[in-house]
């Protein structure tokens, strides 16, 4: 069990590293580091499907979406107090995720990520339809009330900075203790070989439709916590660019690994902070890195790390 | 306006889309059937193209047939080169690998986003037709009489409009002899089915991926320039051409070429015809959880074969 | 991108390289912080769409303001100090916008924000700028000031809203082009807007809308929605934004073959293209409403003589430098009398750092009238300190032989209508 007191070890330390920066951090980078972590959790929702269970999505925007639809409408038109918001954003996400799951696992390979697509597509398209509620394109403001969780108000930077770093944390060591667990090892060999997974007894298409509804949750999770954290939401982030960014960052960390998520998001976060301050052409700068780590660092940063240095990293 | 008309004319719309849509998801299909990869820059190439063709079109100045005939010879091959390039500095050198390709040829959709931005700008920029005239169509009604022709308001179609379609089906009736009649089609089928054996047999595999990956390009542009007279050119017009080729190419059954048609009229025409019925954007989302139904209830697209 | 080769660094030396940068950027910011709550000159933050689907527009705000700033200075700058325009590209995106808010306050030490104009990044930012205690000068002509959704930090002060310009031509259409109109617009809330607004407006004169057209975001054809308008339609009334809108009026164009009803439209749609492009011959003769007149009217005051030559714009509103590229004339001189009004805002407040940000959003807060001069060369206006708001007059032109030639003119009372907030109620 050395390698699971490694693990231990590990994320305990991640999560002390980043409170220490939490509260050391200038008032600029800890804004950054609110949002890196709170991205970081979307990641990880993508991570579940996609690194360990070895499904390639194109459409958790939808799921993204779900969780901050769900969140904003319930508290700005329900008048929901922002902790049961926060549950209807989840539940809501929970709900698309085995609804859209238990149809788009019906197909595999590059038809999964078609259906799954399409099927955002088709949620950015109800979105605007509804703009009647939504508002659409432009989104809406959340009131005062949807961003005071438990006595805290929200929009002070301090408290904000301590609510995402404790839903981080959560959700780290929740997904970091998942992988661990039969249940993760199981979606693990379903990445590695279906086939003999379901040979060795497993319901390999119930635990599929397990692993989407988790991730899903997650990303909404994500989504519900980014419009209380930040006030907003809007249709932009149900577009299909939301649906490529976890993608990103995840094989930019490293797929398959409990930090890789962390690790994309916050490279990718300060790429486009560093490269715009330089220049305009920012997504130029960000596209020529994605090219260069596709060639030199093929399984992302956590996989390099872990080809070259800690065989036993989770 | 009347039922009738008004689907005529939805139909006539959707066959415009639909030829634009067959050719550039035919690239599209041909680098994933025989390459194995998903280009995400596909879209960027089509937009490459149109921007191209403006530009080409601005160099010859002259009449605007002559710019445009230009723009159709020249677009396709500068931007199939361009992507030739791309495959032998960086698909080559990820070995192919299909996760890899995705990241890279999504890093390399921003980079051709972000210099055409650069370059170009962010206007939208017209490119005149070769010709112009619009064709008003007659429809029957029944009269005391009985059957009448008459012209309804708005049911028309220009000649633009037919050349699309005529030369979309030439283009791939071009494509298809190239595919079945000659030796690179031979080699391309070849390595499409087994790239191991083709390899064993001599295929140079390696320079035949190349050229698939700037032929598929090289369509993707030429869509854009018949397009491009109806829509002009902007830097951001590459996304949902590369969207639809993607539903396309997987409706259709990964790589069959047929197929690839077969989908892109369903996909066009369902898109037309559904907007008959309701309202706008919900016209878009029927049409798209259809299409996505049609993938759920037969996953391995309508031509394709079922996995062994 | 080939590199000449080289040694590969050990694992320890990058980690290190990448550890003294990243210290450093730090370090940096820090620094530079400190620095600037010194005396020095005021900076002004410019949230600008210079990619993303804005950047047609944002190309022409970000010349306006450089031009405005320059006169600004050349002038003595304001209360004496110079200014310096800090730009941040938001990517038309909301998100990055609120990030960006961020880089103003906590990384350029900005005085304050000024210059978006798409509703979704102006949404999307407006409750950072409320919580950074930074005043948010937008250019957006949205209602979502107005209408009490935002904050008293964010105020609109240079340009009018979609409602305001609704209604005060809602009554030259019903007398002067038709009563019964079908909508045309895109499926968004700008389109939405529109629909609300002028169905009431319309209705209010006598007038009808007997259909609404709501078009899919990112369409990129459009003869197939023509059907639905209605054959005893007397006006179609079309607002269209996005790169598709030569598409859009050639099919119309194409559609009609000369025997259709007349339109009226909003320059939205063709902000920053050529009026006489190929295709756009169908537009001879309609009307189009303008924020301010692209061509350089008979009657031509030299407040906007003088507007056109500062931003380089000649009398067609095209470039001077190059007559194909035109600008976002009807919209832009909103960044120039928004920087007018944040020099005049800040010398009546005595601003001296971020401390007097309150009393400067209170000096603006208590403008009203702002006479035709210089400053504001569209035209004369009136601010609304409670509502955040300015109204001025709007143009309705013709479009003649590849011109657009002013028919109508609406008064300031035309524009305004019933307080919906007062945000001088709501605290700091």
Redesign the interface.
């Known amino acids: 069990m050395i390698d699971a007191r490694r693990s231990l070890l590990l994320h305990g330390g991640i999560v002390a590293c980043l409170a220490l920066l939490a509260a050391t951090l200038p008032a600029y980078h800890a804004g950054n580091l609110t949002r890196i972590l709170v991205l970081a959790v979307y990641a990880m929702g993508y991570n579940l499907l996609f690194g360990y269970t070895g499904l390639l999505s194109l459409g958790h925007a939808l799921f993204f979406a779900a969780g901050m639809y769900g969140f904003g409408l319930s508290a700005a038109l329900g008048g929901l107090s922002a902790g049961a918001a926060l549950l209807a954003g989840v539940a809501a996400a929970a709900l698309v995720a085995g609804l859209t799951g238990a149809l788009a696992l019906r197909t595999r390979d590059v038809a999964f990520m078609i259906v799954t697509l399409m099927f955002a597509q088709a949620g950015y398209l109800t979105i605007l339809y509804l703009g009647t509620w939504t508002r659409g394109d432009e989104g809406f403001v959340l009131p005062a009330a949807a961003r005071r969780l438990a006595g805290f108000d929200l929009r002070g930077d301090g408290a904000r900075l301590v609510a995402a770093l404790t839903l981080f944390s959560a959700c780290f060591l929740a997904t970091a203790a998942l992988t661990g667990s039969r249940l993760g090892r199981t979606l693990i060999a379903i990445r590695e070989n279906e086939e003999r997974a379901r040979m060795l007894g497993y319901d390999t298409a119930r635990l599929k439709l397990v692993a989407v509804v988790l991730s899903g949750t997650l990303s909404g999770l994500a989504g519900a916590a980014y419009a209380m954290l930040f006030g907003y939401v809007g249709a932009s982030f149900a577009t299909v660019q939301y649906s490529i960014l976890p993608l990103l960052w995840v094989l930019l960390g490293g797929a398959g690994t409990t930090v890789g998520p962390l690790v994309g998001v916050a490279l990718m976060f300060y790429l486009i902070d560093w490269s715009s301050r330089v220049t305009d052409a920012y997504m130029l700068v960000a596209g020529a890195a994605l090219i260069g780590l596709t060639l030199f660092a093929p399984q992302g940063v956590a996989g390099l790390i872990r080809r070259k240095a800690a065989p036993w990293l989770p | 306006?009347e039922f009738g008309?008004?689907l005529m004319?939805?139909l006539l719309?959707?066959a415009?889309?639909s030829a634009v849509l067959a050719l550039t998801a035919m690239g599209l299909s041909l680098v994933?059937g025989v390459m194995r990869v998903?280009n995400v820059a596909h879209g960027a190439f089509f937009m490459l193209g149109a921007v191209a063709a403006w530009w080409i079109a601005q160099l010859v100045g002259a009449h605007?047939a002559l710019g445009f005939a230009a723009a159709l010879l020249a677009a396709p091959l500068l931007v199939g080169a361009g992507a030739m390039l791309a495959d032998r500095?960086?698909l080559a050198?990820?070995g192919y690998?299909p996760?890899?390709?995705?990241?890279?040829t999504?890093?390399?959709?921003?980079?051709i986003?972000?210099?055409v931005?650069?370059g170009f700008?962010?206007?939208?920029r017209?490119v005149?037709p070769p010709f112009d005239a619009?064709i008003?169509l007659p429809w029957v009604e029944r009269t005391a009489e009985g059957l009448a022709l008459y012209w309804p308001?708005?049911l028309?179609i220009?000649a633009y409009k037919l050349f699309v379609i005529a030369a979309a089906a030439a283009i791939l009736a071009g494509l298809w002899a190239l595919m079945t009649r000659t030796g690179a089609g031979l080699v391309m089928r070849a390595t499409q089915q087994d790239r191991d054996m083709a390899r064993a047999f001599g295929v140079p595999v390696s320079r035949v991926f190349a050229r698939v990956f700037g032929l598929g390009a090289a369509l993707a542009a030429m869509g854009a320039v018949l397009v491009v007279p109806?829509?002009?050119a902007?830097y951001?017009?590459g996304?949902?051409p590369l969207?639809l080729s993607?539903?396309v190419v997987?409706?259709g059954g990964?790589g069959s070429l047929p197929g690839t048609v077969v989908a892109a009229l369903l996909i066009g025409m369902t898109d037309?015809i559904v907007?008959?019925f309701l309202?706008?954007?919900?016209a878009?989302?029927v049409a798209?959880?259809a299409?996505?139904?049609v993938?759920?209830?037969r996953?391995?697209?309508l031509m394709g074969r079922a996995r062994a | 991108m080939t590199q000449p080769p080289r040694p590969a660094p050990t694992r320890r030396r990058a980690l290190a390289t990448f550890g003294a940068a990243g210290a450093a950027v730090l370090l940096g910011d820090v620094a530079r912080m400190a620095h600037s709550q010194g005396a020095g000159p005021l900076k002004l933050g410019f949230q600008v769409h210079r990619t993303g689907i804005g950047a047609a527009y944002g190309r022409w705000y970000e010349r306006v303001a450089t031009a405005a700033v320059a006169r600004i200075n050349d002038a003595g700058g304001i209360a004496g100090r110079q200014v310096r325009m800090i730009a941040e590209d938001d990517g038309t995106d909301p998100r990055r916008g609120a990030e960006v808010l961020d880089r103003f306050a906590n990384l350029h030490g900005a005085d304050l924000v000024f210059g978006p104009l798409f509703s979704n990044v102006v949404i999307g930012s407006a409750p950072r700028a409320a919580e950074l205690k930074m005043p948010y000068f937008v250019v957006s002509e949205g209602h979502h000031v107005a209408s009490g959704t935002l904050n008293r930090y964010t105020l609109q002060p240079g340009i009018t809203d979609v409602k305001s310009q609704v209604r005060s031509v809602a009554p030259y259409v019903a007398a002067n082009i038709g009563r019964k109109v079908t909508m045309i617009f895109p499926d968004f809330a700008f389109g939405h807007d529109h629909r609300e607004f002028f169905t009431d407006a319309i209705a209010a004169q006598g007038g009808e809308v007997i259909a609404q057209i709501p078009v899919p975001p990112a369409e990129t054809s459009f003869t197939r929605y023509f059907p639905r308008i209605p054959r005893e339609t007397e006006v179609l009334y079309h607002v269209m934004v996005g790169p598709a809108v030569l598409t859009f009026v050639r099919e119309m164009g194409e559609f009609f073959g000369g025997r259709g009803p007349a339109l009226f439209g909003f320059i939205d749609s063709l902000e920053a293209v050529d009026i006489a492009s190929p295709g756009l011959e169908f537009l001879e003769g309609s009307h189009l409403w303008e924020g301010m007149p692209r061509f350089a009217q008979p009657d031509q005051t030299g407040h906007d003589a003088r507007y056109r030559a500062a931003v380089g714009v000649d009398d067609t509103g095209a470039s001077i430098d190059d007559p194909r590229d035109v600008s976002t004339y009807a919209h832009m001189f909103g960044v120039w009398e928004t920087l007018s009004v944040i020099k005049a805002g800040m010398e009546t407040a005595g601003y001296r750092g971020p401390s007097d940000r309150p009393a400067l959003i209170e000096a603006v807060e208590a403008m009203t009238d702002m006479p035709l001069s210089d400053d504001h060369p569209q035209g004369d206006k009136l601010f609304n300190g409670r509502t955040h708001q300015v109204f001025g007059r709007q143009s309705v032109s013709r479009v003649e032989g590849g011109r657009l030639i002013r028919v109508h003119e609406t008064s300031v009372e035309d524009t305004l209508y019933e307080d919906e907030v007062d945000y001088t109620t709501r605290p700091f």
């Not at chain 2, 700008?121 to 939208?124: F, L, M, Q, R, Y």
């Not at chain 2, 309202?279 to 919900?282: F, G, N, R, V």
């Open positions: 306006m008309p008004h004319l939805a719309e959707g415009v889309t994933f998903v605007p500095l960086i050198r990820v690998d996760e890899r390709t995705i990241v890279a999504i890093g390399l959709m921003y980079v986003e972000q210099t931005l650069m700008g962010p206007d939208a017209p005149a619009r008003a308001w708005g028309s220009t109806i829509q002009q902007h951001l017009m996304g949902d969207l993607f539903i997987i409706i990964l037309g907007s008959v309202s706008p954007t919900l878009k989302i798209t959880l299409v996505a139904l993938l759920v209830f996953p391995q697209g």
